[in-house]
């Protein structure tokens, strides 16, 4: 008998052993993430919950320091924004430094120890300070402004433009005096929906679009030239030929291309009610999801501050 009260007891130390060893949060398994290394060495971590996570190859440099762990609090602490950029002003922190402080929060969503509210707060506070400490250092006059296409280097007196949605999709010609006087919208057409519309002001045609943010996420826009709702974690990069957004594998979301000084075709990913828009070289198509196969070619070198406007 006192045998098998040992064995029992024994199986059940082992059980409680084990089941120690897993991390547990608040009665349940934490997820553990799927990680893919990028093509700029960079660490994705993918949750089942769909919140996807970018560490930069020199986050173990900030693991310890003590402005890491300073910057977190800031982060976290009451107050409005104004008070937290002054304290982040006395810690003069590195982008690297930012960015490795940003990874602990979105680690901790991306496990459920946060919640989305928090960490939609945490992550506005984020940018925020990241487009400040731009300003700061003069290298970038307004974070969330595209770089403007610059007007095509041709001399070539255009009368007539042809746009492309997919490089053998729909196809449509306007009159260059009908995009001066009129914001045209009928590239594409779903009852009351118009996901394009074309124009030219002051000389500069402009393409204004909304475009696929990431699951879960806003539509990125793009007016006047103007780009709004970037995950902060994807790039993008022009010239005076095109311009390309990538999302954070540096994979290509949409492009703007001038295939001649009066043929443009525009490529990439666009929400429709129900839906998606997939332009791509080989024509147009829609799908109620966004296709794991689906891929651009890529048209520029990553990351953008590194390469501006340099070809693949």
């Given at each position: 008998m006192k045998t098998k009260q040992l064995i029992l007891l024994f199986i059940f130390i082992i059980f409680m052993f084990n089941y120690a060893c897993i991390p547990l949060q608040k009665g349940r398994l934490l997820s553990s993430p799927v990680i893919t290394e990028l093509p700029d060495k960079s660490l994705l971590y993918s949750f089942q919950s769909g919140v996807t996570c970018k560490k930069t190859p020199d986050y173990t440099k900030y693991i310890n320091t003590g402005g890491k762990a300073q910057i977190k609090e800031i982060f976290e602490a009451s107050g409005n924004y104004e008070s937290k950029w002054q304290s982040i002003k006395v810690i003069n922190p590195t982008f690297g430094m930012i960015d490795a402080t940003f990874f602990d929060i979105c680690f901790d969503y991306g496990q459920g120890l946060i919640d989305k509210v928090k960490y939609d707060e945490k992550r506005e506070v984020y940018e925020?300070?990241?487009?400040?400490?731009?300003?700061?250092?003069?290298?970038?006059?307004?974070?969330?402004?595209?770089?403007?296409?610059?007007?095509?280097?041709?001399?070539?007196?255009?009368?007539?433009?042809?746009?492309?949605?997919?490089?053998?999709?729909?196809?449509?010609?306007y009159e260059k005096e009908v995009l001066e006087n009129g914001h045209m919208n009928n590239i594409l057409v779903i009852g009351n929906y118009r996901p394009f519309e074309l124009y030219i002001e002051e000389g500069k045609l402009y393409a204004d679009v909304k475009i696929?943010?990431?699951?879960?996420?806003?539509?990125?826009?793009?007016?006047?030239?103007?780009?709004?709702?970037?995950p902060p974690d994807w790039d993008f990069n022009s010239n005076e030929t095109a311009l390309e957004i990538v999302d954070n594998n540096y994979s290509p979301i949409y492009q703007f291309i001038y295939k001649t000084p009066s043929h443009i075709v525009i490529n990439g990913i666009f929400p429709i009610p129900d839906s998606f828009i997939l332009a791509c070289d080989s024509g147009t198509t829609s799908s109620s999801i966004v296709p794991t196969n689906f891929s651009l070619k890529r048209i520029f070198k990553y990351p953008s501050w590194k390469h501006p406007g340099k070809y693949e």
């Amino acid at each position: 008998m006192k045998t098998k009260q040992l064995i029992l007891l024994f199986i059940f130390i082992i059980f409680m052993f084990n089941y120690a060893c897993i991390p547990l949060q608040k009665g349940r398994l934490l997820s553990s993430p799927v990680i893919t290394e990028l093509p700029d060495k960079s660490l994705l971590y993918s949750f089942q919950s769909g919140v996807t996570c970018k560490k930069t190859p020199d986050y173990t440099k900030y693991i310890n320091t003590g402005g890491k762990a300073q910057i977190k609090e800031i982060f976290e602490a009451s107050g409005n924004y104004e008070s937290k950029w002054q304290s982040i002003k006395v810690i003069n922190p590195t982008f690297g430094m930012i960015d490795a402080t940003f990874f602990d929060i979105c680690f901790d969503y991306g496990q459920g120890l946060i919640d989305k509210v928090k960490y939609d707060e945490k992550r506005e506070v984020y940018e925020k300070i990241r487009e400040d400490m731009f300003k700061e250092e003069g290298k970038l006059k307004d974070i969330k402004s595209m770089p403007e296409i610059k007007k095509p280097m041709f001399s070539e007196n255009i009368k007539y433009y042809r746009f492309s949605l997919g490089g053998r999709g729909i196809n449509i010609g306007y009159e260059k005096e009908v995009l001066e006087n009129g914001h045209m919208n009928n590239i594409l057409v779903i009852g009351n929906y118009r996901p394009f519309e074309l124009y030219i002001e002051e000389g500069k045609l402009y393409a204004d679009v909304k475009i696929y943010g990431g699951k879960g996420r806003p539509p990125i826009e793009i007016k006047k030239n103007k780009l709004s709702n970037k995950p902060p974690d994807w790039d993008f990069n022009s010239n005076e030929t095109a311009l390309e957004i990538v999302d954070n594998n540096y994979s290509p979301i949409y492009q703007f291309i001038y295939k001649t000084p009066s043929h443009i075709v525009i490529n990439g990913i666009f929400p429709i009610p129900d839906s998606f828009i997939l332009a791509c070289d080989s024509g147009t198509t829609s799908s109620s999801i966004v296709p794991t196969n689906f891929s651009l070619k890529r048209i520029f070198k990553y990351p953008s501050w590194k390469h501006p406007g340099k070809y693949e």
